[in-house]
């Protein structure tokens, strides 16, 4: 791979000759392959406990020679979520900072790693805001969110403008802002292609309009989690320096990072980030060089928006953050559904928990959110454009009432709700490709298929053969014959 002679140059200067040579040799190595496991879905216990983990996330591991992951059905039922490990060091920082419930925004969310990474470590009782600005970008992420599973996450498809109307609305917002991506270059030539010092300069602009339209809807006493995966420093120290100056964010340093990871610190001249840190240290920021830690190229660093008049107490304290006030619906909008009582009666039997809930009806479709939040969504509804907020239960197809796939993708599906069917691996790939399926013995009507006991979608079965219920737009396009792949 030919690097481009002004990123060469750029990072001999900053890391000196040695180290940048370290640096580009192991950029002309292979990337390294991770996954990172839903362990509300897998199936325990995993082949891959046996393979090296993320040292920084518990629920991460790198996995050899990267395999074709289309054609596991686990991966499309969930059960784990191909991330770069370097990536899943926001593990480390959420298991430190955010212990108590929380409103937390992740602002450029597609496809979905880091949001898919938060969902499962943020405590339980909290909500995700998974927004993607760029729609059909956005349409990917509500799809790895629906199979992640969780009910408390609403995705949404705004522009950061959007978010001046939500002020001091989020306990943690996490930007992993549109960058030059550096990090990529031997994941993605094509970032090598598309790179070039005019372009670090726009990501440096565009990242501080983003912080600056994100800010306000921080709350006071708030984190900001700002990453990029690349190693300039014009979009890194430079943008965090200014996010001090100019909106008086307060820079945190991340506790417990163990030197045995080798993550590089600030690369700015001391002097200059002990006046930016006022603790006579280094500014924490923590960098991933892929010659030095076992990863691809990222930046993070973590920043507090001091307290003002209105106190935040919840970050690391343990107390509820969420205002549970606001307007309940706990029943759908009778006058939209097409549903008699004893059809709800017997669908909210579908879901565990089912009271928790709110009820609505909208299009065709029956949808369940966390009643807890029914204020907050409400709020989120005024300010931008949300795609899907809860899990879609039930779809009105013609006069059937059929579960809806995000059920069977659902941590709340009751599973005794369905007769199971387990499938062998050809009839699981089938089924996601959205080809039918003969299923003999099998009981007629709505079937929930399991793939190694991991719910993979339903079918209707009318005997002769079971009608394919997964969404037409996700199935597996590709008709390759594969041999199994088996990644847990
Ligand atoms: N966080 C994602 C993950 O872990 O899977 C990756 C996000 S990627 C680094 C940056 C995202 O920012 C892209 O999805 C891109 O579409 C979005 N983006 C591009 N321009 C943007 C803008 N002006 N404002 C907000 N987001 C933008």
Known sequence: MDLPDSFLADMSALLGEAESADLFAALQEKPLTSVRLNRLKCPPPTMLEEQMRVPWCESGYYVGLRPVFT?????????YYVQEASSMFVAHVVKHYVTAPVVTLDLCAAPGGKSTLLRSLLPEGSLLVANEVVRNRAQVLVENMTKWGHPDVVVTNSDPEAFHSLPAFFDVVLTDAPCSGEGMFRKEPAAVEEWSPENVKQCQE???RIM???WPSLKPGGLLIYSTCTYNIKENEENVRWMCSELGAEPLPVPEVNPAWRITGSLLPPSEDMAMSGAGEGLPVYRFLPHKTQGEGFF??????????EMHPTLNEGLPAVSRKGKREKMVRRAESPLSQEQLRQTKTWVKNAEQYDWTFAGNRLSLFPSAYSGQLQTLQSALQVLQAGVTVAEAK???????HALAMSTVLSRDSFPSVETDYAQAVAYLRKEAIILSDAPRGILLLTYKGVPLGFVKNVGNRANNLYPQEWRIRSGHVQPEVNIL
Do not use: S
Request: net charge positive; charged share 30%; glycine share 10%.
């Open 71 to 79: 054609f596991d059905p686990l991966f499309h039922a969930g059960c």
């Open 206 to 208: 565009r990242q501080r």
């Open 212 to 214: 600056t339209d994100v």
């Open 300 to 309: 993070l660093a973590v920043l507090r928006k001091p307290l003002g008049e």
């Open 398 to 404: 013609g006069r059937d009432f059929v579960p809806a």
